[in-house]
């Protein structure tokens, strides 16, 4: 199964469009490293670098192969980011040889390893002593952790002997080779705590191995015994860790982001010194990954032959590139969960390649790394010293070359065998976790380079490490996919080197971690500048003065305070606004205040309303406001005492003084013409052409209405709805129905000039449901009867909205028009239009006029729409083209919705029209709405993205506003911002209710400002970063062209990554990739949305969809906006409980054939059925024992009576319940020809239509911030 082929959103068949291919990215490291590790501020709760928590990444995935890059010659350490959360794994990451600062969140700092005085004596240590902590991989039990002890080391042969001995097998410990105990227990430590021992590291990286059992299996169940690398083993054979860790199943560790041409400095945590003659063999525990230090070139000599145990995968932190002189054989003990702290990758060696140039380059895929916040503390010395490595003599005996495979598992080039060179002599045990945000260690000096002396620099003297934490349990990860056998892929994959897409920040532990930190704990909001949980998160909003994150989610919660300091970071100044959200049944709808005939009370200069930012002065008499700092009198019947805090004493008891959300009660001055307005109304305009009726749905939207009309919106659920209605059909010509409650059967009346479109009846048009009842019933039993036999295929369109637009100008009233409609609108008529679909301008430069309206009738009538509070929500059902991006300009401009069901049938779509009709017939919301957002001094807002239309500047005007409406506004600087004083803004929305009463709502929100880009970068929110992208990107494709659409947004977040590197990490070598602890899921997202239908098509996808999803994303909110670019893909194992399965990552690696999933994407609902699913699911979910027996065609699950069943059918309704658009749901079985649409979903992975795969793109964003950088 080939992971590459998949994009999300992206077309499911065709050919690859241009775009990332392969990785052919240039090298990714280069330069020196710096004498300090990227250093990243105060510790936040959240350590760098864990991995997602139980995690067992099966490692390499082979289809998803990098491929080798020559001209890269240094193999970095790739730092991968920091999952939210608590620390999760045993000892703290190595990440460089320096004093351990006993932090117990250890800050963790990157530079180079500091050098030991002399080489001359290094300190001796016997490798069997090494203290073993209990990290990433188990082997074979538990181990207890030793006191280090420093001795000679044994000769050379007897380690060849013990290592070479040593197997990858199932037996039982027997006595080990040097630095392993078994210990009793076989938990593998997942969340334990830091203790202050800095975990001892391995130079090389276990080879990925691609066998990987699909389950983990129980703790103490030994493997079956594995190749090993090298050659059969002596009869001395060292036992190892069975193939399955517990929970953790370890298929290969590291990443490969370069060449394992340079030897990575060894991390020193336990000091080991080589003799300068043969390679030691040292076991390596617990892997923190070697910094690369220097690149060496190596006398030939057989490749070494390193076996390693095929246990858990390395956590993130703990991905070793191999130094390509590392010693034969080392054992690769200890991969739990990597330190939370940093990880370090590196990439493939390029296949051939024997000397390496000292250069900095590093391989297709840089250290990543994630940083957390800055960390105050001492920076390490970076001391001059010798080279960590340097290259020694051959080994004695010649060792038989290992096979292709395991020089590939080894990423080694074959041929003789590599030295380990000596490490650096006179460095302590224990090192501090980075300071910086990279992963991994910091590397060492390149040769020739001796590495300056800082002052301030401590000495570091050896002394033994501390000991490890104790082991936590260990949770069990459902991301653990067996990946496929090396044997049944390609000789051209098994040879290309691949970086570890579990070492890589994974979006589904980031969305676990904030889960589990903030969903037990209401977010307050009185606390300012504080970023909100996650739109994944489930928690309770507590309002207490600014509004919450469900009204407005910033990008930024922390401004910068100068223009200089925004236009340095890139990051986006924005507010994703959603006036009328519902809240859910345990939070507050604001409160609605009447201050009576007066109004609302406001500023006189800036005219903002009462809000707690408002400051009483004189006793109480004016006050001051927040926004202009302009004082105004308080009205007498609005005065009330200070107290001794200045504050009202009647604070609390006003919401508009403490709350950050409320309504008021607008005046007769605040409506249109200055009188009251009237109840709005609902006009259902129904195509009866031949496709309408044929496809069956006139006859469904008429027993429908039936029913529905009792649900029309109201304020008070006892009450009825005040809502008028009015019925119209149309074809070529338009017929209007006067429902009158004194008729005893409706009377049609036809209007076929539909040049000049006008009302033929006023009175008994738009009437009240209640009274008129026993008509409307008849007429819509009658209208599928009348149009049965239709032969007309024409239709209008613009005269259909003109005539809407009339009916309300002459009831004086806003309303909203439901216009039910099949195809192109080529009758003769205002608004006709012609086919102009021409797939051949698809990636061309004049691509963007197809997304522009086809003239500027439609654009005139919204204008005109807009100015009566005609809103329109269009449901299409097209055979063919009907270019939604003409038809789409008056619901989008007036505040409405398009909905689309193209190929409409009415068995298997029925559900989901009927759910979304009922949802926007019902759904809450206001007419005739005008919204304007004011700030205080110093930024304004500049730019709005969403459904409305603007006259000016300033005043947004929706004709409609539901509840899942956004407005995004973006904001620049006019002036500087004070950190005293923050930034304030304020959305008030002007709106009638569905009861005909007109309101003000107002929203309030005050963020921080900042003078260091550290303090900006450490409070952002990615989700909201991404939402405001996808829109600007959406917009601008009407006027530039997509290529150069994408390549902007790739050029801004490479500056925003770029800017924090240079600006907020501690300096490290270049060929790190440093990514702020908040943004470290920025490339993946930005990735997702680079792929998406909108920007990047496959050759199916055709233009209306493209129109349709632009449009429909302009008013997306950020949980939907997630969904829609990073779809949540959840195995259907065990669902006893109330929580859901924890989701897994979007690829197809995560798929397992034994396994059933669930993937949600927002509009789509996909039951992915694997070939090998065992049948006791089979019959639980669908009734059938086989396989073959699943029905694909069908669109909702049978009513079994089992637990899972019933289970599995509420989490589908939950779903569904979340979401504006009913999910219709499709199941996908194993190698079925819908599979293609299935995997076009799947994120991660290399797209259909040529977007890159997460890992490429992360390549690729490494290189252009490396050369924004140089």
Not at 713 to 735: A, C, I, Q
Request: aromatic share 8%.
């Amino acid at each position: 199964m080939n992971v590459n082929q998949q994009t999300p959103m992206a077309s499911p068949y065709g050919p690859p469009q241009p775009g990332y291919g392969q990785p052919s990215y240039a090298p990714l490291g280069g330069s020196y490293p710096g004498p300090y590790g990227p250093y990243n501020g105060p510790a936040t709760a959240y350590q760098p670098g864990a991995p997602p928590q139980g995690y067992s990444p099966y490692a390499s995935f082979p289809s998803k192969a990098v491929a080798a890059n020559p001209v890269s010659d240094l193999s970095s350490p790739i730092d991968l980011g920091p999952a939210r959360g608590p620390p999760t794994s045993a000892p703290r990451p190595v990440s460089t040889p320096q004093a351990y600062s006993q932090y117990s969140q250890g800050d963790s700092q990157n530079g180079p390893p500091p050098m030991g005085h002399s080489m001359a004596q290094p300190a001796h240590r016997s490798p069997v002593s090494q203290p073993y902590s209990q990290g990433a991989m188990n082997l074979s039990g538990p181990h207890p952790s030793y006191s280090q002890q420093y001795g000679a080391p044994p000769p050379m042969q007897q380690v060849t002997n013990q290592m070479s001995g040593m197997q990858i097998g199932s037996g039982p410990p027997t006595s080990v080779g040097p630095g392993y105990a078994h210990h009793p227990s076989s938990q593998p430590p997942i969340r334990a705590a830091y203790s202050s021992a800095a975990p001892p590291s391995y130079t090389q990286a276990p080879p990925p191995l691609s066998a990987a059992p699909s389950q983990p299996s129980p703790p103490s169940e030994p493997a079956a015994s594995q190749p090993y690398y090298g050659g059969p083993p002596p009869p001395q054979q060292q036992p190892f860790p069975s193939a399955h860790h517990p929970s953790q199943p370890f298929v290969s560790s590291s990443p490969y982001l370069g060449p394992p041409s340079q030897p990575q400095a060894t991390p020193v945590s336990q000091q080991q010194s080589f003799p300068p003659g043969p390679p030691a063999q040292q076991p390596f525990p617990n892997s923190a990954p070697p910094p690369v230090s220097q690149q060496q070139s190596f006398p030939p000599g057989p490749p070494a032959q390193q076996p390693f145990p095929n246990s858990a995968p390395p956590p993130v932190s703990q991905q070793q590139s191999f130094p390509p002189g590392s010693p034969a054989q080392q054992p690769f003990p200890n991969s739990a969960t990597p330190p939370v702290s940093q990880a370090s990758y590196s990439g493939p060696p390029p296949p051939t390649q024997h000397s390496f140039p000292p250069s900095s380059q590093s391989g297709p895929f840089p250290p990543i790394s994630i940083s957390p916040s800055q960390y105050p503390g001492p920076q390490p010395p970076s001391q001059p010293g010798p080279p960590p490595f340097h290259s020694g003599p051959s080994p004695r005996g010649p060792i038989p070359p290992p096979s292709m495979s395991q020089q590939q598992a080894n990423h080694l080039p074959p041929g003789p065998m590599q030295q380990q060179q000596p490490p650096q002599p006179g460095m302590q045990g224990g090192y501090p976790t980075q300071q910086n945000g990279a992963f991994g260690q910091p590397r060492g000096p390149q040769p020739g380079y001796a590495g300056p002396q800082y002052p301030g620099q401590q000495n570091y003297g050896a002394g033994p490490a501390p000991a490890p934490a104790p082991p936590a349990q260990k949770r069990l990860d459902p991301d653990s996919i067996p990946s496929p056998q090396a044997s049944e892929l390609p000789a051209v994959q098994k040879s290309r080197h691949r970086i570890d897409p579990d070492a890589i920040p994974s979006p589904i532990q980031v969305i676990e971690d904030d889960r589990v930190n903030k969903s037990s704990e209401p977010f307050t909001t009185g606390v300012k500048g504080q970023a909100p949980p996650l739109v994944t998160t489930n928690f309770q909003v507590k309002d207490q003065g600014n509004a919450s994150p469900r009204f407005i989610r910033c990008t930024a919660y922390n401004m910068p305070c100068t223009a200089d300091m925004a236009k340095q970071s890139q990051v986006p100044l924005a507010a994703v606004i959603k006036p009328l959200a519902m809240l859910p049944p345990d939070e507050t709808p604001p409160y609605i205040v009447d201050h009576g005939e007066g109004g609302p009370i406001r500023c006189n200069r800036c005219k903002a309303y009462m809000c707690p930012y408002m400051q009483f002065i004189e006793a109480g008499r004016r006050f001051q406001c927040g926004f202009c700092s302009c004082v105004t009198e308080v009205p007498p019947h609005y005065f009330q005492h200070l107290d001794h805090t200045g504050k009202r004493v009647d604070c609390y008891d006003r919401p508009e003084l403490s709350q950050g959300s409320y309504e008021f009660v607008a005046t007769v001055d605040y409506c249109k013409n200055n009188k009251l307005p009237q109840p709005p109304s609902f006009i259902f305009f129904i195509d009866v052409s031949y496709n309408a009726v044929k496809s069956g749905m006139v006859n469904i939207v008429c027993q429908e209405l039936k029913t529905l009309l009792d649900y029309l919106p109201r304020e008070n659920p006892e009450e009825d709805s005040v809502v008028r209605v009015g019925f119209v059909t149309y074809n070529k010509v338009l017929h209007f129905y006067n429902v009158k409650s004194s008729l005893a059967q409706p009377q049609m009346m036809v209007v076929s000039d539909v040049s000049d479109m006008f009302l033929p009846l006023l009175d008994g048009f738009l009437v009240s449901v209640n009274d008129s009842r026993m008509v409307i019933e008849s007429l819509l039993d009658q209208i599928p009867e009348m149009f049965a036999d239709t032969r007309e295929t024409e239709t209008v369109f613009g005269p259909v909205i003109q005539a809407g637009l009339e009916a309300l100008k002459a009831a004086d009233c806003a309303g909203k028009l439901f216009v039910f409609h099949s195809t192109l609108p080529i009758a003769e008529a205002p608004g006709k239009l012609k086919n102009r679909e021409d797939k051949k301008l698809v990636g061309t430069d004049k691509e963007k006029s197809l997304f522009q309206p086809q003239s500027g009738f439609y654009s005139n009538l919204s204008k005109e729409c807009v100015a009566q509070g005609c809103c329109v929500d269009l449901f299409l059902f097209p055979n063919q083209y009907v270019d939604v991006a003409t038809l789409g300009v008056v619901p989008v401009s007036t505040g409405g919705s398009v909905y689309k069901y193209t190929y409409f049938q009415a068995e298997t779509d029925r559900e989901r029209f009927l759910n979304d009709l009922r949802r926007d017939v019902q759904k809450p919301m206001g007419f005739d709405a005008v919204m304007r957002v004011r700030t205080s001094t110093g930024i304004r807002a500049t730019d709005f993205f969403g459904s409305f239309f603007m006259s000016n500047t300033t005043d947004v005007e929706l004709a409609g506003l539901d509840c899942d409406k956004t407005v995004t506004v973006e904001f620049r600087h006019d002036d500087k911002l004070s950190e005293d004083t923050g930034a304030l803004m304020q959305c008030a929305v002007l709106y009638t209710s569905c009861s005909g009463q007109r309101r003000l709502r107002v929203h309030n929100m005050a963020v921080n400002c900042c003078s260091q880009l550290a303090d900006l970068y450490r409070n952002c929110e990615t989700d909201t970063i991404i939402n405001f992208f996808s829109k600007y990107a959406y917009r601008s494709i009407l006027n530039t062209p997509t290529k150069t659409v994408r390549d902007t947004m790739v050029n801004q977040c490479a500056q925003i990554l770029a800017c924090y590197r240079k600006n907020c990490a501690s300096p490290s070598s270049a060929g790190q990739l440093i990514l702020p602890e908040c943004m470290k899921l920025l490339p993946v997202y930005l990735n997702c949305v680079l792929k998406s239908d909108v920007l990047q098509p496959g050759a199916d996808i055709s233009l209306d969809d493209r129109a349709y999803l632009r449009q429909l994303l302009s008013c997306m909110d950020v949980s939907e906006s997630h969904i829609f670019f990073y779809p949540r893909l959840l195995p259907l194992v065990k669902l006893d409980g109330g929580s859901l399965p924890m989701a897994v990552r979007n690829s197809e690696e995560r798929l397992s054939k034994g396994g059933v999933y669930l993937l949600e994407t927002g509009l789509h609902l996909f039951l992915w059925v694997g070939a090998n699913a065992q049948q006791e699911l089979l019959s639980n979910i669908f009734g059938t024992p086989t396989f073959s027996q699943i029905d694909p065609n069908m669109t909702s699950l049978p009513e079994l009576e089992n637990p899972f069943s019933q289970r599995l059918r509420e989490i589908i309704d939950s779903f569904r319940s979340q979401r504006s658009r009913y999910m219709k749901l499709m199941v996908v079985k194993q190698e079925d020809k819908a599979e293609l649409i299935f995997k076009h979903f799947l994120c991660e992975d290399k797209g259909t239509s040529g977007g890159a795969s997460y890992v490429d793109f992360l390549c690729h964003m490494h290189k252009e911030i490396r050369q924004l950088l140089s």
